[in-house]
């Protein structure tokens, strides 16, 4: 199986921040790769697919990058709605596998 | 706008069948465009695939799940289902049903049910 590795697991943050997630594969998934947002009691909800493409609907501020096995989410200005947990996901093979989680809090 | 609902039992005992269904809406299962898979999050396992069936009756398992799961797909009813044999506490998770594109530019979860937590005790 794939592992993927997200940091930090958690980080503490402000309004009008901006926020770095990272997202390592354990090998080479191409850009093969989503990002996802959760919010407590809610589904995952796709932000970014094939590593860089934003979804529809969701704010610029929002932007992800990288290929082969380093990927990065970036928030360019964190938004109070924008509180939440966030995992990687690789669709390069199977199974499909999720990173364990960033937490972004105040 | 697809929606997916996940149904059946929140309390399964040790050992017996975990059974849930996915209804879709919106939408045909039968689309081609997309697999219907099922997804669990719990607190020491983060979120774990299962597993994901083609309406045409392909499918794709979590091998570390395998020997245990069945997921079928009923068209007529716009419905796709998850047996799980077996169970123990640690499959006590919140169980999602989801979307998975089918194409070379959508190979992603782009729809999720709200989730059923599913608990195993006696």
Redesign the interface.
């Known amino acids: 199986d794939i592992q993927m590795t997200q940091s930090p697991s958690s980080v503490s943050a402000s309004v009008g921040d901006r926020v770095t997630i990272t997202c390592r594969a354990s090998q080479g998934i191409a850009s093969w790769l989503a990002w996802y947002q959760q919010k407590p009691g809610n589904a995952p909800k796709l932000l970014i697919s094939t590593a860089s493409t934003l979804n529809r609907g969701i704010p610029s501020r929002f932007s992800g990058s990288g290929s082969g096995t380093d990927f990065t989410l970036t928030i360019s200005s964190l938004q109070p709605e924008d509180f939440a947990t966030y995992y990687c996901q690789q669709a390069d093979s199977f199974p499909r596998t999720f990173g364990q989680g960033t937490k972004v809090e105040i | 706008q697809v929606q997916l609902q996940e149904s059946g039992p929140g309390l399964v005992k040790p050992s017996q069948t975990l059974s849930l269904t996915c209804t879709v809406s919106g939408g045909s299962i039968d689309n081609s465009i997309y697999f219907w898979s099922w997804i669990r999050q719990s607190a020491g396992k983060?979120?774990?695939?299962i597993g994901r069936m083609y309406a045409s009756g392909s499918s794709?398992y979590?091998?570390?799940l395998k020997s245990r799961i069945t997921i079928s797909i009923d068209t007529s009813r716009n419905q796709f289902s998850l047996k799980l044999t077996s169970v123990t506490a640690a499959d006590t998770a919140i169980y999602?049903c989801?979307r998975e594109g089918a194409t070379i530019?959508?190979?992603?979860?782009?729809s999720?049910?709200?989730?059923i937590l599913v608990t195993v005790s006696s």
Request: glycine letters at 16%; zero cysteines.
């Open positions: 983060g979120l774990e695939w794709n979590n091998p570390s999602y989801a530019s959508n190979k992603y979860f782009d999720w049910g709200q989730g």
